[in-house]
DNA sequence: TTGTATTCGTGACTCATTTCACAAGGACCC
DNA sequence: GGGTCCTTGTGAAATGAGTCACGAATACAA
């Protein structure tokens, strides 16, 4: 346990163990060995045990990883103790879609509203999350509690939103419309964009480039 | 230039530099500089520069870069210089969103089918493009020459799916389940998973880490 | 209890990526 | 045509990430 800075990559790998450990548990596994979590995750045993290692020893040397224990752990170290209040800005088709995922829920993100300009959805719900003004966003972030936000508006009032939400209060922006958004302080930003992966592939294969798996 | 490797994270900023310059394309710009670039990427001068440099040289010292035949470049190192055919297997929520996502044909992307098991939705038009039957999806890949795939479907049938679309003759899918896919020789897989960027932020907003800005 | 097979934890190493610093090349003004 | 800015292109240095190899700890069988 040497405490190193925590890399992005490496926090995409506990991500990966977590979700595997999820699958685990819920299938009655007692323990599992750094090797079987590495062939999930895309990885190796030895980054594995050392990713893990930079947090503790959780591990029992010759039997492997106790399976619920390490799942608990790294639902701490990720920060999913309690699940974090969400909402969708732009309830469009992406954002209706968003709104549908259940597996939101499960993964410790409740979305507790969402946003839009169009008077046609305004007071409607959609799949059972209100849909309330954007005129009202300040002040329904503070008294819902609202601490993430996911961005599927268009290009054009991106920035602004994304600058009213930091004003509010958000604590982090999913963003999955194509702007790139400024660096707020206190406002983590991590964005999906679709195109980007997209060429991601497309460079790969012009290359020749088998390598085959990334992410999931 | 010194032709490295070229690695995952420098594709990605190459995307990102593509990006920006179709924008200044659009707007008429005629030369860039390293340090803008940098700006939107999210990068340092310096990192661009030396990612340019891998493939030859084309700024003109004390300018900058050319922002068209840049652009051109960067299209045809990430083998963009004719569009891609696609196609989305699942036209539910998330894969009626994605059929109806027009910035895929202006980014190099053309969705020609969809594919679904449900027979309310065979044979129906989806923001015009035709649901196809799943049992056909090996002779209508091949029929009409689709090189790419959307995996949109729910988790028990993905790895199924992925192996026929490989089997099929598909050189890339891009994964929206949350089910790792096994790689295949000859076949890019990338996935994007939402509740690993959600997970991301968690993790970064209570370890108190401003730096906001990865992606978009 | 002893021996053998596992599997973790970790320091040393290797490889990759990023940053730094600055010379080289061109634009532009006078 | 000479001087002055700028900004690129690029080796060298610094930093960071991932791999390897092996000792330590434990399980289990005989
Ligand atoms: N559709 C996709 O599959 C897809 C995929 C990736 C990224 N995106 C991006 O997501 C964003 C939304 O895409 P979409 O296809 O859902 O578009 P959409 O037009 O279907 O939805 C946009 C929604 O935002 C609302 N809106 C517009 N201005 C607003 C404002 N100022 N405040 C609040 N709400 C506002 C609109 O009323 C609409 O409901 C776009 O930026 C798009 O590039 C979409
Ligand atoms: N909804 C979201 O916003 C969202 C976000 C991220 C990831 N995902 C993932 O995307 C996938 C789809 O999610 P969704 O919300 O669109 O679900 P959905 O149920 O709305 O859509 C799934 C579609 O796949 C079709 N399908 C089922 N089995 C099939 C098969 N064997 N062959 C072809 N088609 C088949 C169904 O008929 C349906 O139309 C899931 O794996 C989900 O985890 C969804």
Redesign the pocket.
Known sequence: ??T???????VR?LSGYLRQLRFLAAEGRR???????ADEAA????????????F??????????PVVPLRDELVRILGLRRPWRACVVGAGRLGTALLGYEDFGKRGFEIVAAFDVDPELIGKEVEGIPVLSIEDLESEIRTRGIELAVLTVPHGPARRIADRLAEAGVRGILNFTPTRLRARPGVSIRGMDIAVELEGLSYRIVTGGEPGGNGA
Chains 1, 2 share one sequence.
């Open positions: 346990m040497s190193r800075k925590i890399s992005d990559s490496m790998r323990v599992v060995s750094s090797q079987e979590l990885t190796t045993a030895a980054q594995v045990r050392k990713d893990l290692s930079q503790g020893s959780f591990g029992q040397r010759g039997r492997g990883y």
